[in-house]
């Protein structure tokens, strides 16, 4: 029979609408619950792509003996974390407090007033059943104690916590990082850590800006340590199995260190993030220029892939970006992506398939399960016609399988990240189906996530969810609205992100300079979560300060200016201790030493030239410059465009910085001297 989860709209409870278990969605009806019952919460925490989120379910949440126990013993609530990332910040606070990591599904044991006492994460189903029984009993004989710990655990995680802040981050700070980025590099495999490993997707656009900074790829001989860095990583993941050699996009993880077997579930932020940071990698030097890089079209071509691919797999019906695609299908992991080298020849052929196999290092012992492998390119192929139709020939024999489940569900946050990568992926390697699919996501979430001011973070089937907005979703979709005008010259987009950006400084901020996570007016948890380091993508306060420095440059708001600098104050002490989760601050912080610099283009609607100016700005202005582009009539109320005309009916651009501009320059050569200088 239906549990209480039936009428969701997220698709993850919706995964556990028929279990046994009898779960209660988060809120004060299944608090009530428990303190009429007088037991305990058990607080389950995932999201829907959780390999061993799926693991759990199938072991201990499908079996009626277990759900047996958990409906007699306990109030059981279900929660998806991407839909309620204030909820999962808090608990897994506690989790990582208690035991000394973290991770989902994560199972969190509370007081009726939601007050963690024990916390874990996946447990096998014995080891659960055993469990249950043992925090009973604890319960029923030791209350006291666990009361008394719960309320410890609260008292310390709401405690009051001053971060030690300095003026704004300087050339000598994101050096500094720089340096310490050197030291946790890895030399064989790229990219930082041992295993698991993860896409550093926020520190490759920052070692790119650092790099540009310091010196230019359009002058450099010798590629900087950043530089190295960046490349060395992004070329590392584009030939791993972390990439889909087939159809693109990235996995969220790797499970070794050197990007061979990833952990398969694809998800939208991360593809969005790694979009923004190949397509700025692509722009180094082509053959025939000064420093030409050779891996240039291997950047490119990815970054062209992963685009495709979130239209392709991500796109819903009503123009936004679902979530991401499961790690599992036929109910295993990875069985959708690999292959055996029969399974090549059966598609390929004799000759074809050996071909593919040595190219994708396929062999008879295989990299994953059963002799299975993940396909990698090791080296670029010497037929590229070949490799073309190869590849053609396996998407079409893949798309013959069962395939991953998708969450459909449309994340405010993680859209406005895909607005961004794909407006300016889009104008830069001139994909006009990108933008629109950018506007098209936009004006969707502005639509119907957008209600008197306020953001609803979740929606699916074009109905809005029930969580509010936090943090990273106001300055995310603000940082892709901005995009957007930069390339369509849409002022209503910075009119909508400058809304979202005030609503932020009203009701975000922690009267330190820095922002809460979530709104002053939002649910009251038992502490209110406020995080300034990057995870997996980049933090609430971060983002705020990029898209708060960016307003500031296209509308010359002091107020902005200012909170995005007093934001970025963390950066100097993240920089030193730890860049590694800073990475997004960093970048900001490279944005801010340039000026930022902004440059207005201005001429007719669809005049070539226009299109052509806004491409050289992407192509060669410093990372962190701020585009804005208008007709030279209406300025559309943004101010940067404010008596920017063309010269004599040309397309023009005006180079400036702080509203000071040079001279307006009308050819592509000029508007290069200027960038450079």
């Known amino acids: ?15 556990h609408a028929d279990n046994p278990v009898d779960w209660w969605p988060w809120g004060e009806e299944a608090f009530a619950e428990a303190r009429r019952r007088d037991v305990p919460l058990l607080i389950s925490v995932g999201y829907s792509a959780c390999h061993w989120c799926h693991v759990m379910a199938h072991e201990s949440f499908e079996d009626p003996a277990t759900a047996d126990l958990m409906n007699t013993l306990f109030v059981n609530v279900k929660v998806d974390r991407e839909e309620r990332p204030d909820v999962d910040a808090v608990y897994m606070e506690a989790t990582q407090a208690m035991t000394g990591h973290g991770g989902w599904p994560m199972t969190v044991f509370a007081t009726p007033d939601g007050a963690p006492f024990y916390c874990g994460t996946y447990f096998p189903r014995e080891h659960f059943q055993r469990l249950l029984q043992g925090i009973t009993s604890a319960w029923r004989h030791k209350r006291v104690d666990l009361v008394e710990q719960g309320q410890r655990v609260v008292d310390a995680l709401s405690a009051p916590r001053r971060l030690a802040s300095s003026p704004p981050p300087t050339a000598a700070d994101l050096d500094l990082a720089v340096q310490a980025l050197i030291r946790d590099y890895d030399t064989t495999a790229g990219g930082y850590g041992d295993e698991p490993k993860f896409p550093p997707s926020m520190l490759l656009s920052f070692l790119t800006a650092q790099h540009e900074r310091t010196f230019p790829f359009q002058t450099a001989d010798e590629p900087t340590p950043a530089a190295l860095m960046a490349g060395g990583t992004a070329v590392a993941m584009a030939r791993g199995g972390i990439y889909d050699q087939l159809g693109g996009g990235f996995a969220r993880y790797s499970v070794d260190r050197g990007w061979v077997v990833p952990h398969f579930e694809k998800m939208l932020y991360d593809n969005a993030l790694l979009l ?29 892939e992963t685009a495709d691919w979130m239209l392709r797999d991500l796109r819903t019906p009503e123009g936004g970006f679902a979530s991401a695609l499961d790690a599992d299908s036929e109910g295993e992991e990875g069985t959708y992506y690999v292959w055996t080298p029969e399974r090549l020849r059966e598609v390929l052929g004799e000759e074809d398939g050996a071909w593919a196999a040595a190219l994708f290092d396929v062999t008879e012992e295989g990299t994953f399960e059963r002799g299975s492998s993940v396909l990698r390119l090791r080296s670029d192929p010497d037929d590229p016609e070949r490799y073309d139709r190869v590849r053609a020939a396996l998407l079409s024999a893949r798309a013959d399988r069962v395939p991953p489940a998708r969450d459909d569900k449309v994340v405010a946050s993680w859209n406005g990240l895909a607005i961004a990568g794909l407006a300016e992926a889009g104008a830069l390697l001139g994909r006009p189906d990108w933008i629109t699919a950018a506007r098209e996501a936009a004006d969707l979430v502005l639509d119907v996530h957008l209600r008197y001011g306020r953001l609803v973070r979740t929606s699916r089937d074009g109905a809005p969810g029930p969580a509010t907005g936090v943090l990273e979703d106001y300055a995310n979709l603000a940082e892709g609205l901005l995009a957007l005008h930069g390339v369509t ?16 400084l009203d009701h975000f901020g922690d009267d330190e300079g820095g922002f809460f996570d979530t709104a002053d007016d939002a649910e009251k948890l038992f502490s209110r979560p406020q995080d300034p380091t990057d995870n997996a993508t980049p933090s609430g306060r971060f983002a705020a300060a990029s898209a708060l420095l960016t307003y500031a440059a296209l509308t010359g708001s002091e107020r902005h200016r200012e909170a995005a600098e007093s934001a970025l104050s963390v950066v100097p002490l993240l920089a030193e201790k730890a860049p590694r989760f800073a990475g997004w601050g960093l970048a900001t912080g490279e944005a801010l030493l340039t000026g930022p610099r902004a440059v207005a283009v201005v ?43 063309p010269i004599e009916g040309k397309a023009t651009a005006y180079v400036c910085e702080g509203f000071t501009c040079k001279l307006p320059v009308t050819t592509i050569e000029e508007l290069l001297a200027q960038l450079a200088g």
Do not use: F, I
């Open 1 to 15: 029979m239906p549990n209480r989860l039936s009428d969701a709209t997220s698709p993850y409870l919706l995964q």
């Open 276 to 304: 923004r940071a190949y397509t700025r990698l692509s722009r180094r030097p082509a053959e025939g220029d000064a420093g030409a890089d050779p891996d240039r079209e291997l950047l490119l071509r990815v970054a062209q």
């Open 489 to 504: 010259g849409e002022a209503r987009y910075v009119r909508e992100a400058g809304g979202l950006l005030d609503t932020v």
């Open 603 to 645: 001429g007719d609607t669809g005049d070539p030239a226009v299109e052509e100016m806004v491409r050289a700005v992407l192509r060669w202005a410093p990372l962190g410059t701020v585009l804005s582009r208008g007709d030279g009539r209406d300025s559309g109320g943004v101010p940067l465009l404010e008596h920017r005309a």
